[in-house]
T-cell receptor
Framework: AQTVTQSQPEMSVQEAETVTLSCTYD???????LFWYKQPPSRQMILVIR??????QNATENRFSVNFQKAAKSFSLKISDSQLGDTAMYFC???????????????FGTGTRLQVTL | DGGITQSPKYLFRKEGQNVTLSCEQN?????MYWYRQDPGQGLRLIYY???????QKGDIAEGYSVSREKKESFPLTVTSAQKNPTAFYLC????????????????FGAGSRLTVL
């Protein structure tokens, strides 16, 4: 079974600064996907970024980027130029690739609560 | 607009009652999921369905039941056998298709908060 670990329950960053959220995972799979989801106070889950394990290049989405270290099973999220609207719970998640194209389970970490301050 | 609709947003239940949470999607997604969220525990998978008339247990299926009679709908029933049902419930859906762009990305509904009185 896959496990996802987020060791930082809470973090704080000042507006315009950069912050990195940590995530490690454990799996015996070789093909899989990794995700960061954001859950603001509204509790709506929003996809931030997605990484395919077979791609060596780290994914980026505007101010959000990841540092994917497959051998170390590490998948950290970097938020640059933090904004007040980035305040939220951030969840790291893992999904194994399905060769049949069918759905697979998405396994979540326990989350990191990020507070962006003035 | 395409999306996922969960209802009701808030639900109160007396002990011993079964309740059903609704989840409807118009994204034409094959797969649908139910997650439970408790403070400090992240999201845990209750059930998921890959296609109509098929579903699999997740990590915490005991005390819950689902059906998938239509592609668009995946209702969750919280039965009286669920010992601690007070939680926030999230429904999600995804396209399938392996490595296609957008496949395997879950889209979530706004959630339903269930409180047992």
């Amino acid at each position: 079974a896959q496990t996802v670990t987020q060791s930082q329950p809470e973090m704080s960053v000042q507006e315009a600064e950069t912050v990195t959220l940590s995530c490690t995972y454990d799996t015996s799979e070789n093909n899989y996907y990794l995700f960061w989801y954001k859950q603001p106070p509204s509790r709506q889950m929003i996809l931030v970024i997605r990484q395919e394990a077979y791609k060596q290049q780290n994914a980026t989405e505007n101010r959000f980027s990841v540092n994917f270290q497959k051998a170390a099973k590490s998948f950290s999220l970097k938020i640059s130029d933090s904004q007040l609207g980035d305040t939220a719970m951030y969840f790291c998640a893992f999904m194994k690739h399905s060769n049949t194209g069918t759905a697979s389970k998405l396994t979540f970490g326990t989350g990191t609560r990020l507070q962006v301050t003035l | 607009d395409g999306g996922i609709t969960q209802s009701p947003k808030y639900l109160f239940r007396k002990e011993g009652q079964n309740v059903t949470l609704s989840c409807e999607q118009n994204l034409n997604h094959d797969a649908m999921y139910w997650y439970r969220q408790d403070p400090g525990q992240g999201l845990r998978l209750i059930y998921y369905s890959q296609i109509v008339n098929d579903f699999q247990k997740g990590d915490i299926a005991e005390g819950y039941s689902v059906s998938r009679e239509k592609k668009e709908s995946f209702p969750l029933t919280v039965t009286s056998a669920q010992k601690n049902p007070t939680a926030f419930y999230l429904c999600a859906s995804s396209a399938t298709g392996g490595k296609l762009s957008g496949a395997n990305v879950l889209t979530f509904g706004a959630g339903s908060r269930l409180t047992v009185l």
